[in-house]
């Protein structure tokens, strides 16, 4: 399996895929790589969330953090559920509004912060290291570019609507 992701992805043109399968591939490698350099923490995934809270540097709601990464309230479940039993996050109920409940980092999870922004930023360099610094602000300009398109794109909604499974019929 990884010898065919390495070799499609080093070819010379893989134009055949849609964007978006490409660059999923590249962000399993990079997040696999990023939990490889973690692995001695008590996590293996979800450190975006845990950067997206001490970026914002207050607590959040489940519904901030799901639009903010495009994923459903199910995903987001899973995800609160994950960081809390690891001891990540704590989940307080929103005064504000009694159905919804704000999420914030615990102060294991503060401690970690530093590691991990140090393994991203190594990974980045070592990612980068042969590109050019106008080479890697065009790649990011690029990608910016391809972003507004995609959401200024009529129609299309920004999370994926799954369309139920429909059951066999059986045959009488």
């Keep these: 399996m990884l010898t065919v ?5 080093n070819s010379s043109t893989h134009e055949w895929l849609p964007l978006g399968t490409t660059l999923a591939l590249i962000t399993k490698k990079y997040f696999g790589v990023l939990s490889q350099s ?6 293996d995934r979800n450190f975006s969330v845990l950067l997206l809270l001490d970026h914002e540097n ?13 994923i459903d309230k199910v995903q987001m479940v ?7 039993k690891a001891g990540m996050i704590s989940k307080k109920l ?7 409940h704000l999420i914030s980092l615990t102060p294991k999870a503060i401690k970690l912060i530093p590691e991990i922004k140090r393994a991203i930023d190594q990974i980045n360099k070592k990612m980068f290291s042969e590109l050019s610094d106008s080479n890697k602000q065009l790649l990011f300009e690029s990608l910016a570019k391809i972003s507004t ?3 200024a794109e009529v129609g299309v909604p920004m999370m994926m609507q799954l369309k139920p499974v429909q059951k066999a019929k059986s045959k009488a």
């Design 78 to 84: 899973r995800i609160v559920d994950h960081l809390s």
């Design 38 to 43: 973690l692995k001695h923490l008590d996590l």
């Design 94 to 100: 929103n005064s504000q509004n009694r159905r919804a």
């Design 149 to 151: 398109k995609l959401d």
């Design 5 to 9: 992701i390495h070799t499609m992805m």
């Design 58 to 70: 207050r607590a959040v709601s489940q519904q901030y953090i799901a639009d903010y990464f495009l």
